[in-house]
């Protein structure tokens, strides 16, 4: 293996642009929390963020499908017969232990949710079933809560549906109205 045949500044550069895709995600986070107060951030403030986001997204996909060393990766993809991309293993940059390598390495290669994910998603749609009138997934799945039925017949994934798309039409005409 030749590693000066490694596109060594283009991945220097995607892990730039990564490294400013996680600050601004953190940014915007931090915007959306409000230092934990009960309040809602001025919406361009949010939205500018946002945009930033999708915009340093974009610049890291086109990195990614069209690298800047255009002469040298087509020349190393005509020989390879693929991306070059697609045959560069990954292999950390420092020495780590394997109790570094799993707790900091593998859950970034990670495209399964972890258990807390998981945990905090069902949490949130529980929260929010708890809120319906049909009782949303709680009532479809007969997921058992400490809040008693709305309904005594079966809800279908209809009912369900209509009533987010309630909700959702609800929300848009507030947001319609705010702005």
Known sequence: ??????????LELLKFKANQIIESIQTLQRTIEVGGQNAMP????????????LSQTHSFSQSLSSPQAQSQISQMQAQLGSSVYEKIALHPSIGMTDAQ????????????QTT????METATVRRL???????????????QT???????????????????????SAH????????
């Open 42 to 53: 001025a919406w361009p403030d949010i939205l500018s963020k946002y945009n930033v986001i």
């Open 101 to 112: 390598l799993d707790n900091d390495l593998i859950p970034l290669l990670r495209n399964q």
């Open 1 to 10: 293996f030749d590693s000066k045949s490694l596109p060594i500044a283009q």
């Open 172 to 179: 848009d005409h507030r947001v319609e109205r705010a702005v």
């Open 116 to 119: 807390d994910v998981l945990n």
């Open 146 to 168: 400490n809040h008693p039925p709305a309904t005594s017949s079966r809800v279908a994934h209809e009912d369900v549906l209509h009533e987010c798309e309630e909700i959702r």
């Open 129 to 143: 079933a708890e809120c319906m009138a049909t009782r949303g997934a709680i009532a479809t799945n007969s997921v």
